[in-house]
């Protein structure tokens, strides 16, 4: 084993990059990842044998796949592991002195002094596993969280194997990362956005059924930063680049981290939003990996307009076939007026300057309280709807945070009293 740290290196053939060239070197790690998405990966440890008292597991990603030091005698551990598809998976093995507390489909490794994390483990498998069926139907294939001996060590996650700390004992972690985990073995797919992108989402929905809309959203806020960055790189590469639209990628067929992580978690957020959880749940349990090839590219799209009967072409063209940008929303005018029966109404103009459409919900306060309602927004494009209030309307605030803005300080709009 060669590398630095716990990496070791395999070498790949794609054309020259060079670290000097920008994202030069992260583009053609990326292009060759898409190429290669459906090789298979073939592996081969052998590992000495020798006097090691302790019994140690090997993990081959999710799988055990022996152990050494048992009863004196070590001959040491001979295995052929394999990854096929690749997909997106860096393929990873692990040989740890690990305490084995699995419990189908739970493979759970944990090592001495990490009980309690290994516990909270445990402990939110049943509710991440019903909530998970609920939304995406029965996990498949076997997980596995095997722990870190480092607390400090990042997670790293290879497949439906998890490596993290149980250091430190926080059930509301474990709860999410069981969801991540699950989601994967329950719904497999080629399609990077759809693979991971699914996960990270189901990881906003679960902290709403906890802690609310918020809490949530908060959640997906921890995207937000890199793929906005992303999308202001494109957006500069486009502009010097006339003629172009956008430098950036298609979510269809990325292979970049930044897009099908962060920029899918939002995209199948806000078709939450606008198709509502019983339509997208009914379009996810249809969905099968091997129907969603390039034969058909508008697959998910399909599948998700027949259950919400809902045209969203514009919204998989702006965000998932093309990468367009983002939106960019504010209030262009309200007018206070009163309907015959003496109820009072308000028209809100909204303005889209970005080049991809969006729904986004707005909440209009006012005297009595305060009114949320959502509205299409096109790219480039403006949209009017009223609504009805309780008592004079003071201020609007455009976007509760669940749609990803190239600019937010524009979402607030006072309304001036009316001259009497
Ligand atoms: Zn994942």
Not at 93 to 120: C, I, N, Q, W
Not at 208 to 225: F, I, K, P, S, T
Not at 255 to 271: C, G, I, N, P, Q
Request: glycine content about 8%; charged content about 25%.
């Amino acid at each position: 084993m060669r590398g630095a740290g716990y990496v070791a290196w395999y070498p790949i053939t794609t054309e020259s990059a060079d670290f000097s060239e920008g994202n030069s070197l992260f583009e053609v790690a990326d292009r060759w990842k898409a190429r290669e998405a459906g090789s298979a990966f073939k592996l081969a440890l052998s590992l000495p044998g020798g006097s090691r008292e302790a019994t140690q597991t090997l993990l081959c990603g999710a799988e055990a796949r022996g152990s050494s030091g048992q009863a004196g005698k070590d001959r040491g551990i001979q295995v052929e592991c394999g990854w096929s598809p690749l997909g997106t998976v860096t393929p990873t093995f692990a040989l740890a002195e690990y305490v084995d507390e699995s419990k189908a489909p739970l493979k759970l490794f944990s090592l001495r002094g990490h009980e309690t994390g290994a516990s909270k483990y445990s402990n939110a498998l049943e509710p991440a596993t019903k909530f998970v069926s609920g939304w995406f139907g029965p996990p498949v294939a076997p997980i596995a969280i095997a722990d870190l001996a480092d607390p400090n060590s990042a997670p790293f996650e290879s497949g439906t194997l998890l490596m993290a700390s149980m250091a430190a004992e926080d059930s509301k972690l474990a709860g999410i990362n069981l969801v991540h985990e699950l989601v994967h073995s329950a719904l497999p797919s080629s399609r990077p956005w759809v693979y991971e992108g699914l996960a990270h989402f189901a990881e906003a929905l679960y902290r709403q059924e906890q802690g609310g809309r918020q809490a949530a959203l908060d959640v997906l806020g921890l995207h937000r930063a890199a793929f906005l960055d992303a999308e202001k790189e494109a957006a500069a590469a486009a502009q010097k680049n006339a003629g172009e639209k956008s430098a950036g990628q298609p979510l269809s067929s990325t292979f970049d981290e930044t897009y099908y992580r962060s920029k899918a978690a939002y995209v199948w957020w806000m078709l939450r939003d606008m198709a509502g959880d019983d339509a997208l749940k009914q379009a996810i349990h249809k969905y099968r990996s091997e129907d969603d090839t390039d034969k058909n590219p508008k697959y998910v799209e399909q599948l998700i307009e027949a259950a919400a009967k809902r045209d969203l072409g514009w919204f998989f063209d702006d965000w998932v076939y093309r990468d367009r940008g983002l939106p960019d929303v504010h209030v262009q005018s309200v007018h206070p007026w009163q309907t015959e029966k003496g109820s009072q109404m308000i028209t809100v103009t909204l303005e889209n300057l970005g080049n991809a459409g969006a729904e986004v919900p707005f909440t209009v306060i006012c005297e009595g309280g305060e009114v949320t309602t959502r509205i299409e927004v096109h790219a480039k494009s403006t949209a009017t709807t009223r609504v009805e209030v309780r008592g004079a309307a003071r201020e609007i605030v455009v976007n509760d945070g669940s749609v990803p803005e190239s600019d937010v300080t524009n979402n607030v709009f006072q309304i001036s009293a009316p001259q009497k």
